[in-house]
Structure formats: C-alpha cells, structure tokens
C-alpha cells in the first residue's frame, strides 16, 4: 500500500466518523425536540383530565338539589371514562355503592381547610378524589389516557400517585444497556392532584442513524476515489505535455545536431567539388590536358551526387524521423571501389596508399548505402589527415570479412595512432584533437552504425597506428 493510498484511507475515515457524529448530533437533536413536545403533548392531556375531575366536584358542590349519586354517574361516566364510582359524605353518612372510602371524612375536612381537592389512594391505580363538599370520584389513572392516543417519541411513563409510582406506558426497558436517556419530570397542573409525570425515552443504538452513515461513508469513499482519479489524470495529462515539451526540446537539439552535421558533410563533397571544378579551369586551354579535365569534371560530378544523396537522406529523416532507415545488402567492393574513386586526388596528394581486400567474397553487409558511404569515407580522411604529417610509406588498408552473422569493416593505418587521452572521449560531439575540427565526424559515424544495428570501435594497434572497425548485420543469404 503506498502512502498516497494510506493518505486517502485516513481522509476517508477521518470524514466518515465526523459525518457520522454530525448525524448524530442532528439525529438526538431531532429526537430530543420531538420527546419534548410529545411529553409536553402528554403533560397537557392528562392535566387537563385533573383539571375535569376537580371542575365536576367544583360543580356538584354548587347544586342546590343534587341528585343521588347513582343518578348522576351514568352521565359522568360516558364523558369521564376513568371514572369508576361516585359518591358524598353527607349528614355523617356515605352516599354511595359500597362503604365509604377509608379516610375520606378527615380527607374533606383537611380539602375544606386546603380549598382545593384532596386525593385518597385506592389501590391499582386508582385514587379517590375528595372535595370539601363531600362529593368524592373514583378515578381510575390507567384510563386517563386511551392506549391510541400516546405520542409516538414516548418510551415509558409514570405517574406519581399517593400510593406511590404507576407505570402507564412502557415501551422499552426501565434501564437499557446502551442509549442517551432523555429524562422530563413535571407534576400535573391542578391543586388537588398535583402528580408527577415521568417521561422517559432512550436513543438505543437501533435508532441511531446508521443507514444514513453508512450512505455519508459511501459518498466520501466516491468522492475521494473520484477527486483521486481526476488528479490520476491531471498528473497524466501534465506528464504528457512535459513529454511533448521535452520531445519539441529534443527534436530542435536534434535539428541542430542535424544542421551541423548537414555542415560537416556537405562540406567535404563541396570543397572536392570547387577544387575539381578550379583545376579544371586551369586546365581547360591545354589541348594535352583533356584527360585531366575530364577526370576533374567526373570526380566534381561524383562529389556533386554524393553530396545530393546526403541532402536526400536528410530530407527523408526529417520527413519521417522514426521511420527505419531502408537497409539492403551492399556491395563492398561496388563501396570501395566508389570511395577510393572519390579520394584519389587526396591519396594521390599525399602519396598515401590504399589497400582494399573483401576476405569473404560474396558476402555483403546489410545497411544504406549512403549512410555506409559516409562512415567509410569518414574513416578514411580520418586516416588520411592522421597520415599527411607521418614519414612514409603511408599506408591505409581497408579490410571486409564476414564472420558470426555480421560483416566487419577494419579501417587501419599506419600513422601515429590516437592519443591515449583522446581515445576515450573519440565519440564524443565536437571533441576534436585537430585544429579547426568540428568534432562531428566520428559522433556522426556513430550515431550512422547504431541506426544500422551495428557498432564502430577505434583501437591502437600494437604495431602502431589506429584501427576502426564497422561491425554491421550481414545479409541474408550470405554464407559465414
């Protein structure tokens, strides 16, 4: 797992767990609000019915002819369901069924001196409820409150009667393991029965927000893979900008490489070229020296095609510059035979001699002609400068043999050879041991051999003087 991954689980958890505390949070706030205002939906109801009770004894006391009880509790009891019994200590006497509550004599003279009604415990939840005119009702507190009528965010509830706590809902246990308890606790609102009501809901964990947690956790995870894959592939597409910069780069240091090297080459065709054509000149008004001038004209136009072949050869590369170059077999001795044409006013100049021996008759390299034409002829005034200052006989020889399924070419002479400090750094671009050298020609035949899948090497030979050797594919067809 890289970093990165790590960096984007931790983001992720961190966002998951404060995404589901902010659920959380909001889910007991809601919770909360809806308890308070159904408790205090609750509180309201059965205060109300308190309020009923103490409004009928109110309105009994006032009756100038009231009717017996028995009379009357049929009415009550169709408005009043939780009233079980109706009756009145009168003159010292009870009147109604059954005998008179215990207690309820002193209960209506303590309710005289109080003012308001006075509640007597009866048992199973029931109570009676005595006023100071001796009218009392038998309340039963279960039926206060029908069991369709209680709010939806209650849990459980108890009411605080004389004869002590009355649970009258219980949704969930008294004491669950695990929740947020929401508590209220607030006596009824009426004189006589000032009972309190006890209102409890628990946030368990069944009700905490876990599908909408679950969703945030799962949005986040899409988000961040999404925001990570949009910056994949701004990186990618940064990348390959910076790629197309540095291949623009490449390509210009590339045609710069090509120009001077298009300088390098042309330069030797066309200063053959203009000596030829000079000589020529000179030479064109002595009847005896036709042969001469012939010979300069055909050498000023072999130049001239060379040099046209090397502009064509370019032209083509940079037309297609990944293209393979055309490779084919090649005639060494057709090369030679070229090369030595070409160079034989040099040779001739310097009294040097050159020597061509094809070992594997037959057998040709597999390259470009041109390009082959160009490291050779490379070569070869290497050899020939190397040679001018060296005491004769100045000699270059220049082999071919076919070996290994390659055929290599060994250009050797027997100059002063390279220098030691100088033989390292041979290909490098415009590192050169003469004066006024560009540095070019070997680096160019370098770069030529490795177009062609082959390879150029310069050594010293013990006897003295240099060795290079072009080792290129041999063609098919070729015997080794």
Request: charged share 20%.
């Amino acid at each position: 797992m890289t970093s990165r991954s790590r960096r984007l689980q931790l983001v992720w958890l961190g966002l998951s767990l404060a995404g589901a505390g902010w659920l959380a949070a909001q889910t007991l706030a809601e919770r909360k609000a809806r308890f308070l205002q159904d408790t205090s939906i609750t509180h309201r109801l059965f205060s109300q019915k308190a309020v009923q009770h103490e409004a009928v004894l109110a309105t009994l006391a006032v009756l100038p002819q009231a009717p017996p009880p028995a009379a009357l509790f049929p009415g009550l009891r169709s408005a009043l369901p939780q009233l079980l019994a109706l009756g009145r200590w009168h003159d010292g006497r009870w009147h109604g069924d059954g005998a008179a509550p215990p207690g309820l004599a002193a209960a209506v003279a303590r309710a005289a001196r109080l003012q308001h009604p006075l509640a007597l415990p009866s048992g199973d939840g029931r109570y009676w409820l005595a006023h100071a005119s001796g009218w009392a009702l038998l309340i039963d507190s279960r039926r206060l409150l029908a069991a369709g009528d209680w709010p939806a965010a209650l849990g459980n509830v108890q009411l605080e009667l004389p004869q002590g706590p009355l649970m009258l809902l219980q949704r969930q246990p008294e004491a669950p393991w695990l929740g947020w308890t929401l508590a209220i606790d607030k006596p009824l609102a009426a004189p006589g029965q000032p009972f309190v009501l006890h209102s409890r809901h628990a946030l368990t964990p069944g009700e905490w927000p876990w599908a909408r947690a679950l969703l945030w956790s799962a949005l986040c995870a899409g988000l961040l893979a999404g925001g990570a894959g949009w910056q994949q592939s701004r990186a990618a597409a940064r990348r390959e900008r910076e790629r197309a910069r540095l291949a623009a780069v490449a390509r210009l240091n590339t045609l710069g490489e090509m120009a001077a090297g298009l300088a390098h080459e042309l330069n030797q065709p066309l200063t053959a070229i203009l000596a030829h054509t000079r000589a020529a000149e000179r030479l064109l008004d002595d009847p005896d020296e036709q042969d001469s001038v012939r010979q300069a004209l055909r050498t000023s136009a072999e130049q001239a095609r060379r040099a046209a072949d090397i502009i064509a050869r370019l032209r083509a590369l940079v037309a297609q510059p990944d293209a393979p170059p055309a490779t084919h077999a090649v005639d060494p001795d057709q090369l030679l035979a070229t090369l030595q044409f070409l160079l034989e006013p040099e040779l001739r100049r310097h009294a040097i001699r050159l020597d061509w021996h094809n070992a594997s008759p037959g057998c040709s390299p597999l390259g470009e002609r041109v390009a082959l034409e160009q490291i050779l002829h490379n070569l070869l005034l290497n050899a020939i400068a190397a040679l001018r200052e060296a005491p004769p006989p100045r000699r270059i020889e220049v082999g071919g043999v076919a070996e290994g399924g390659h055929y290599r070419f060994a250009v050797v002479d027997n100059g002063p050879g390279i220098a030691a400090d100088a033989l390292p750094r041979l290909f490098e671009p415009f590192y050169s041991t003469r004066p006024g050298g560009m540095g070019l020609g070997l680096s160019l035949c370098e770069t030529l051999a490795g177009s062609l899948h082959g390879r150029l090497t310069a050594a010293n030979r013990p006897e003295g003087g240099a060795s290079f050797t072009l080792t290129l594919p041999l063609a098919k067809g070729d015997p080794t």
